[in-house]
């Protein structure tokens, strides 16, 4: 999913839900990935480590954006 690979992206994903929706009942944070140590280490275009770009800040970056504290 493209919008996992770049910061900005996912935070216009998260921007466009909001404009797009009247609310948000619930959000299911289920996307991951799973690199081999064959695969070598694969870096995201913002330069954070891609299982964690991918299996956590994706996650918190979305539900930041949908559900920002006051």
């Given amino acids: 999913m493209p919008a996992r690979r770049r910061v900005s992206l ?13 609310r948000l009942d619930v959000l299911v944070s289920n996307a ?14 913002d330069g954070h480590e ?9 996650h918190y970056l979305t539900a930041a954006v949908e559900a920002p504290c006051a």
């Fill in 10 to 22: 996912l935070r216009g994903f998260g921007q466009q839900i909001l404009r797009d929706y009247d």
């Fill in 50 to 58: 891609m299982h964690f770009a991918v299996n956590y800040l994706s």
């Fill in 32 to 45: 991951g990935i799973w690199l081999t140590p064959e695969q070598g280490r694969r870096v995201s275009a």
